[in-house]
């Protein structure tokens, strides 16, 4: 005898919702629409039809509101779905061991349009949606666009380590792997331009510490003695600046005698730090030294003649490279500076209203000097 099909009797929304709850759970489709609904649960979409309307239609976002949480997440537009299904169908005929966009084009290019077009996020094609809605089976699969970012960091790190080079720059990369360079330039972009920043920073420490920028066209990165041994590590720096990371304001501004000490207490760790090769402390460092060379050009405690700028990084980064400790770095870097710039300074009158800072010109000069 053949067994009877449960005839589904819908009586209130409560027990439709049931219906739907119970057939979701039966089936356990990974996204599913309102026409999946309307196969599976006839009946229950026919209730839905004739009892609960909002503005003469069907009321689905009533309906889907109802649901669990876990099904509502899967409910989608019946496009969507479609999209999903054909491209399911077609992993399933044709089992490739990976898939990508290429891939999608190459074996259904309409299919490719029709993601295209449907399944955007702002202004790009939204793929992890995709990619998402797919069994687990195909998501491992996917050769996207972190699969080919994780790839072309293999090949540059297995490049590296073969040739061994000094320095490493993106001129290098071209001479020495051409193929490499073209899917670098062509893959990892931000801004319309190559994002070689990314590319360097995934790989090891000691690869960072090689990368220059610019070699060819500046000497500037040899100059600021960019070496092989130089790394860069930021857990470093915030390691041995210890409770001092929670005063880093000081190296804006100081008020006091105390913030005075803290600062330079602060300069020596990231000087040593510097000295031994860390280039995550030197870049925190230069970023607040250069600012205090401009402020001491503005109070005229400097030259502002246009040499001493194009060299400034140079002579602050001489001044770290070569400081022993014997006495205060801003001391120390001051004097340097002033040594070869030639002594020569703006003069400013001493009783002018620097109007942005309480105070006159004199005020500010000598409680600096007592600093």
């Not at 026409?35 to 009892?51: A, M, P, Q, T």
């Not at 029709?114 to 699969?141: E, S, Y």
């Not at 030639?342 to 105070?359: E, K, N």
Request: net charge positive; with cysteine.
């Amino acid at each position: 005898m053949k067994e009877r099909k449960r005839v589904v009797v819908v009586r209130n929304f409560s027990g439709a919702i049931e219906e739907v709850v119970a057939c979701l759970e039966g089936e356990r489709p990974i996204i599913f629409s309102w026409h999946w609904l309307r196969k599976k649960v006839w009946r229950v979409i026919r209730y839905f039809d004739g009892n609960i309307l909002k503005e003469g239609k069907t009321d689905r976002e009533r309906v889907i509101a109802a649901l669990p949480k876990k099904w509502r997440r899967c409910f989608a537009d019946d496009v969507f779905c479609g999209i999903i299904q054909d491209l399911f169908d077609l992993l399933e005929e044709k089992n490739p061991e990976i898939f990508s966009k290429v891939w999608i084009i190459k074996n259904h290019k309409n299919l490719y349009k029709m993601i295209v077009a449907h399944v955007r996020a702002g202004d790009a094609v939204d793929w992890k949606r995709v990619l998402f809605a797919l069994p687990k089976k195909w998501q491992k699969r996917w050769k996207g666009d972190d699969f080919v970012f994780r790839q072309l960091v293999a090949d540059l790190l297995k490049l590296v380590k073969e040739k061994q080079p000094e320095f490493l720059t993106k001129e290098w990369i071209g001479e020495n792997d051409r193929a490499l360079y073209k899917r670098i330039v062509r893959n990892v972009r931000a801004n319309g331009k190559p994002d070689w920043q990314r590319i360097i920073l995934a790989l090891p420490e000691k690869w960072q510490g090689r990368w220059l920028v610019g070699f060819r066209k500046d000497k500037l990165a040899v100059k600021l003695k960019i070496i092989y041994r130089e790394y860069f590590s930021e857990q470093e720096t915030w390691e041995a600046l210890g409770a001092d990371k929670e005063n880093l304001y000081v190296l804006v501004a100081v008020m006091t005698r105390e913030e005075v000490l803290i600062r330079d207490r602060i300069i020596d760790s990231l000087i040593k730090l510097s000295q031994n090769g860390n280039a995550h402390a030197r870049g925190l460092l230069l970023s607040f030294l250069e600012s205090k060379c401009s402020e001491w050009v503005i109070f005229g405690k400097l030259s502002s003649y246009e040499m001493f700028y194009q060299d400034m990084l140079v002579k602050i980064n001489s001044c770290i490279d070569n400081f022993n400790f014997s006495i205060r770095f801003i001391a120390y870097l001051h004097v340097c500076l002033k040594k070869q710039a030639g002594s020569f300074s703006v003069p400013l009158r001493l009783d002018m209203d620097l109007g942005w800072r309480s105070g006159t010109y004199h005020d500010i000069y000598t409680s600096e000097e007592e600093d």
